[in-house]
């Protein structure tokens, strides 16, 4: 989809459809740090919420019903 995109504005206006093909590696280098840094924080966020459920999970809760 991004490809065809591409030659729609490669066909309108080829100095802006090339400018983009040079700008979007650059973009995507200057975003990788921030990904990282996503995927650390969402993990350091599970590990906390895990350490704080398992208290509650050892001693059997989260929704099993008990005869």
């Known amino acids: 989809m991004k490809f065809l995109l ?3 504005l490669l066909v309108l206006s080829w100095p802006l459809a090339l400018l983009a093909l040079i700008l979007y ?3 995507w280098l200057l975003g990788l740090p921030l990904r990282l840094v996503g995927i650390s924080v969402r993990g350091a966020l599970e590990l906390a919420a895990a350490i ?3 208290p509650g999970r050892l ?3 989260f929704g099993e019903a008990r005869n």
């Open 6 to 8: 591409w030659l729609v």
């Open 25 to 27: 590696p650059i973009l």
């Open 52 to 54: 704080v459920r398992l």
């Open 59 to 61: 001693l059997g809760g």
